[in-house]
């Protein structure tokens, strides 16, 4: 399934038709959650690939062996593309499932579901800078022309998966939710670990914890092929133009993002994120971005481990 340059456009939403058509799309929305499964949700280049290696490695008790011979894709598989159906009914045991969705589209078939939800943020700025640089390299999305080209549509929200801001907000209205940044993956992965594996209620020892810390680092992410996406043929994803896992840093639009481009962007996110339940402020310490989060939340949320 090709479809390199055509667009699905859903509820007023962007994506690439490459593998998204309408029938997957009302598939996700109408889809049937069990109770037992995981759903990893972020807004695209927010940490996704990590978090899947995270749950893979977290389950297994720190064994690599499945993270290292299955696609990520295979063993959590994104809803809303074409293929998510046939590797559903194939698996056994419990599900984890990826997802791009705004909590708009999934809210309906989430309302009675127990189903656990990791939702994966990321420094906006960062967020924009990776996905350019993913534009560049990806075949199925659009030519993203210059960086100030593709973030004025960013900022709009018109680009695939439209609008960041949207998206963070939207989730932060589901109640029943892991939250988890980018940054404290990375300033803290052994602690982000306990994390997940304390919500996902699957305990580790302190040598499984130091094994799956050790396979889910970038390092050996990168040089892992059932993640690294190396396995996309050259005409889907040309990597001679970029490698999918880039750099794995943060704060790494400061090297992108001028004077005035930065002032811009934290004009629109004040404005964008003044109504937000979970707001966010990014600060920056040392040439490393720390997200310091501040929660207002109506009485009846109960936003966990935040």
């Avoid at 589901?174 to 919500?199: A, C, P």
Wanted: net charge negative.
């Amino acid at each position: 399934m090709a479809r390199l340059d055509v667009t699905e456009t859903f509820q007023n939403i962007l994506f690439p038709g490459h593998m998204h058509t309408q029938d997957s799309l009302n598939y996700a929305t109408n889809f049937k959650f069990q109770d037992t499964d995981t759903v990893i949700v972020s807004y695209p280049k927010s940490g996704t690939t990590w978090m899947q290696e995270i749950i893979t490695l977290v389950l297994s008790k720190g064994d690599p062996t499945i993270a290292q011979t299955q696609p990520n894709w295979a063993r959590a598989p994104w809803l809303e593309q074409y293929y998510c159906p046939k590797v559903l009914e194939a698996s056994k045991g419990p599900r984890v499932i990826t997802t791009h969705l705004p909590y708009h589209l999934l809210a309906p078939a989430l309302q009675d579901s127990k189903a656990k939800v990791i939702y994966v943020s990321r420094n906006p700025k960062d967020v924009v800078v990776s996905y350019y640089h993913f534009h560049k390299m990806a075949n199925f999305l659009p030519d993203p022309g210059s960086f100030s080209e593709f973030l004025s549509a960013f900022l709009k929200g018109t680009v695939h998966y439209g609008s960041w801001f949207d998206h963070v907000k939207g989730w932060a209205s589901h109640v029943n939710f892991l939250y988890i940044t980018y940054e404290e993956m990375w300033q803290d992965l052994h602690g982000s670990l306990e994390k997940v594996s304390r919500y996902l209620m699957c305990s580790l020892t302190e040598d499984e914890l130091t094994s799956a810390q050790k396979y889910c680092s970038f390092n050996s992410m990168k040089e892992n092929a059932m993640v690294n996406y190396t396995l996309i043929p050259q005409e889907i994803m040309d990597h001679s133009k970029g490698k999918f896992m880039r750099k794995g840093k943060i704060g790494d639009w400061k090297n992108i993002f001028a004077e005035e481009q930065s002032d811009h962007f934290d004009a629109v996110y004040s404005s964008q994120m003044a109504d937000a339940s979970l707001q966010f402020k990014w600060e920056c310490h040392e040439h490393v971005l720390q997200p310091r989060i501040t929660v207002n939340t109506p009485a009846s949320h109960s936003l966990r481990d935040i």
